[in-house]
């Protein structure tokens, strides 16, 4: 995932709406912003506070994810930057 500069390696897993609003581990545990906001199929993601603080990243910060599985070259592997 990379933002302003930054890059950090993450492990990217998707999930449903209702498993992401049943989570008790996820339960309360937003710090800024709120996962009711998300939509399914929307453009947005929710981050761990962590990543977030690695990347400068806030609320509403477009990041990228870059994936190394990309689009082969006569230059090599082209990652694919979602």
């Known amino acids: 995932a990379t933002y302003n500069g930054r890059a950090e390696f993450i492990q990217l897993?998707?999930?449903r709406m209702e498993d992401i609003l049943s989570n008790p581990t996820l339960k309360g545990?937003?710090?800024v912003g709120s996962l009711k906001s998300?939509?399914?199929g929307g453009e947005q993601v929710a981050i761990?506070?962590?990543?977030?603080e690695s990347?400068?990243?806030t609320v509403g910060s477009e990041i990228s994810i870059l994936n190394p599985a990309g689009a082969?070259?006569?230059f090599g592997t082209m990652?694919?930057?979602v």
């Open 38 to 40: 998300l939509k399914p």
């Open 72 to 74: 082969a070259t006569p």
């Open 79 to 81: 990652p694919r930057i």
């Open 55 to 57: 990347l400068g990243a």
């Open 48 to 52: 761990g506070s962590r990543l977030a």
């Open 29 to 31: 545990k937003e710090v």
């Open 13 to 15: 897993r998707g999930m």
